[in-house]
């Protein structure tokens, strides 16, 4: 755990109590801070008295003896309105800020020079935190790997000299973090999200800019145009990364060979399975630049990129039944996602649907010959029907049980030479399941029992 000092003596109020929020709540009381937290669930306030955190409903609090409120990242900033505590800590003139701005102070405060990369994008974000923490410790390096991916920032070991912290942001952290400034900053990618919190498209995109703005070395991927126009207006230490763009001074990869500004070839990545398609192709150049400034040897990236396994629910290869791929790509909640998955294979009884999100899945209309047949699930399958009508033959399946098992027994009569049964759903999980996690969880299951 990582204890908050900035705040040692002082009173903070803080709104949500979820993982984050907790360890947040606990990092403060370890550095001596008093705080007063709430949050709407009995559940969670529960969690955090068994962990000696003082309860109160701020809604009636005296607001004037707070120095400041510590929100948790998905609780409304500014859109679509602010959230009523916002409102109470704005009245009384005090700071709003995030877990994130408080790893930042203590970094600042006790070990300003600890390696410090911090990675955002619209897409890729977790699987380029992982890989460059994969390359590091392979490397031997002391690494810290968090924020939001796995472990809140405050539950990691503090910042120390040569003690590397690999950070996943969203745009809801950077935008509680008022004083970020990353040894690396990475942006990865950016296409229309979250616009029901930042409000605009350029919103949005100014979010993610204040995250490599504020870096001593930045990485962008330039592949879409408003990472481009960010990188076009930056002024510091910057490396450029290029897969569909190729005119590009930095790191390119080309028919999966990354390669560097003299025209050598650094690593071939076609092969490894983990790193299937462009978009991993652009999030193994990305973390080659990173791990390259921190020293780590061409030898050492190669070998590791090799071993890296993924993560579950993206792209997750879950197993073969003879020449059949199994393929979890449970996290693709969006047509742009599933893209990604649908550029990586050829013959894909493909697996979708859910809770349907704007736009449905007509971008992907480009990519439809590279699926054999589709196999439709919950709420978006009358929508989803109306598209593929006429260009992609599909099945009405309702449940992903049923389209697992249509999918693998179709596919075991092809005659092609991988047929891949992808879940790639294009859609939110909540019509059916919990989450992404537990929706990929159950294709699993599914799949290990079709595999034996």
């Not at 999200?193 to 504020?214: F, Q, S």
């Not at 930056?234 to 290029?242: S, T």
């Not at 003299?262 to 990173?290: C, T």
């Amino acid at each position: 755990m990582t204890p908050a000092t900035t705040f040692a003596g002082r009173t903070v109020a803080l709104f949500g109590l979820g993982g984050s929020g907790l360890a947040t709540a606990v990092s403060l009381q370890a550095g001596g801070a008093r705080v007063v937290a709430w949050d709407d669930s009995t559940e969670s306030q529960a969690k955090a008295r068994e962990q000696g955190v003082t309860v109160e409903d701020l809604r009636s609090a005296d607001w004037s003896g707070f120095a400041a409120l510590i929100l948790a990242p998905g609780v409304p900033l500014t859109h679509p309105v602010p959230h009523w505590s916002v409102g109470l800590a704005e009245a009384a003139g005090i700071e709003i800020i995030g877990d994130v701005e408080l790893f930042c102070r203590e970094r600042a405060k006790t070990a300003p020079d600890a390696p410090f990369v911090a990675i955002t994008g619209t897409n890729g974000k977790s699987t380029t935190t992982a890989l460059i923490a994969h390359i590091l410790a392979k490397a031997g390096r002391d690494v810290q790997m968090g924020g939001n991916i796995g472990t809140a920032i405050l539950s990691l070991e503090a910042p120390a000299p040569g003690r590397c912290h690999v950070i996943e942001l969203s745009s809801f952290q950077i935008d509680l973090t008022p004083s970020l400034a990353p040894s690396i900053g990475v942006l990865l990618n950016i296409t229309p999200d979250h616009l029901d919190r930042h409000g605009t498209m350029e919103n949005y995109a100014a979010i993610k800019a204040r995250l490599v703005h504020g870096s001593t070395l930045t990485v962008i991927g330039v592949d879409d145009e408003p990472s481009r126009s960010i990188a076009d207006r930056h002024r510091g230490a910057l490396v450029r990364i290029g897969v569909a763009v190729q005119d590009v001074d930095g790191l390119i990869v080309r028919d999966g060979i990354v390669i560097g500004r003299s025209g050598e070839g650094i690593a071939d990545i076609s092969g490894i399975g983990s790193l299937r398609g462009a978009h991993n192709w652009q999030n193994a150049a990305v973390a080659i630049a990173v791990v390259q400034a921190l020293g780590v040897t061409g030898d050492e990236i190669v070998s590791a990129l090799k071993t890296f396994p993924g993560l579950p629910h993206r792209m997750e290869q879950v197993g073969r039944r003879e020449r059949v791929l199994f393929v979890n790509d449970s996290k693709a909640t969006n047509a742009d996602s599933t893209e990604k998955a649908l550029t990586a294979f050829r013959d894909i009884h493909w697996i979708l649907g859910g809770k349907p999100k704007e736009g449905g899945i007509d971008l992907l209309e480009p990519l439809f010959d590279r699926v054999a047949h589709a196999y439709l699930i919950g709420a978006a399958s009358e929508a989803f029907a109306k598209t593929l009508e006429g260009r992609v033959p599909y099945t009405r399946c309702g449940t992903l049980d049923v389209a697992t098992k249509e999918a693998a027994e179709a596919a075991a009569r092809s005659e092609a030479p991988e047929p891949v049964v992808l879940l790639s759903p294009a859609c939110a999980s909540y019509d059916q399941f919990k989450s992404f996690e537990d929706r990929g969880d159950q294709f699993r299951a599914l799949v290990r029992g079709l595999i034996g």
